[in-house]
């Protein structure tokens, strides 16, 4: 009814091109306007000034010889005040932008290796707007926004760039673990070390505080007895630690059986043997 009477409708983010006799004549913004299509006034199509997205798929070869897939997304919309260029001068929009997409990413990626693709992106993307922007401007039409979203090698190229990444890793965490233990090793040995040191220093100061107790001993005993020599309270002395330990020897449960010449001539050499290492302790 509304077309009948010469009136259409223009719907918000769209322009009509409105043409008179088969020219054009001007952009029709969104509302309603009067169409007197009796004396030649059309509507020749309808502009959307929405922002759109392409997706691209561009297959191509880096510089190192490993064929990737690189996708594109390109965010474009028309210029409501080139609307007349957008409507006309271009047949297929898209297929425009994705030839020029083509272009730039066949162009930069073979200066690259796979590696610096990856790292590299965003000026490939730069790049593949900047070229888009100066190509399309003239043609009514914005670049807002271009976008590298995947670059996807060869799937045998993936498998082998994860077994790599695996490589390394593994190699690292072999060298950490060996450093590791190089450093528990390198800690237990000074622990020993460390530990038998003092172990050697009680062990000195204990013989020392035996010699020092024995020469008090023999001096005591040597002041209180007249007409003894301090080599009979040695022997005695030592007869008497002989004796000792043998008792324990033979009260304790857990000793295992310990046989040792007896006799008297036998406490005499013990005590002889006794006597030199306390004198070669002492020396030391």
């Not at 259409?8 to 306007?33: M, R, Y």
Request: hydrophobic share 40%; with cysteine; net charge negative.
């Amino acid at each position: 009814m509304g077309q009948a009477l010469g009136l259409i409708q223009v719907d918000q983010s769209t322009v009509a091109i409105k043409e008179s006799f088969g020219k054009f004549d001007e952009v029709l913004a969104p509302g309603c306007h009067f169409l007197p299509w009796c004396i030649g006034k059309q509507i020749a199509g309808y502009l959307t000034l929405r922002v759109q997205q392409l997706d691209v798929r561009c297959e191509t070869k880096t510089k190192d010889n490993v064929f990737v897939n690189v996708v594109a997304s390109v965010q474009y919309r028309a210029l409501s005040e080139k609307a007349s260029d957008a409507f006309y001068r271009l047949s297929n929009t898209r297929e425009q932008i994705q030839s020029y997409v083509f272009d730039v990413i066949r162009a930069s990626v073979p200066k690259m290796n796979l590696d610096d693709v990856f790292e590299q992106k965003n000026e490939i993307a730069k790049a593949v707007e900047d070229e888009l922007e100066k190509a399309m401007s003239m043609y009514g039409y914005e670049i807002v926004q271009t976008l590298i979203v995947d670059i996807e090698p060869d799937e045998h190229v993936k498998r082998a760039m994860n077994e790599i990444n695996a490589a390394a890793r593994l190699r690292m965490a072999a060298n950490e673990k060996a450093e590791a233990e190089k450093i528990l090793q390198i800690k237990r040995a000074e622990g020993e070390a460390e530990s038998k040191y003092l172990a050697g220093v009680g062990i000195a100061r204990q013989r020392q505080a035996i010699v020092d107790g024995l020469r008090d001993s023999v001096l005591a005993f040597s002041e209180n007895v007249p007409g003894t020599s301090a080599k009979d309270v040695m022997d005695m002395v030592l007869v008497t630690q002989y004796f000792d330990t043998m008792k324990e020897i033979g009260a304790s449960s857990k000793s295992s059986s310990v046989f040792i010449p007896h006799g008297p001539g036998a406490v005499k050499d013990i005590s002889a043997q006794i006597r030199d290492g306390q004198l070669q302790a002492r020396m030391l």
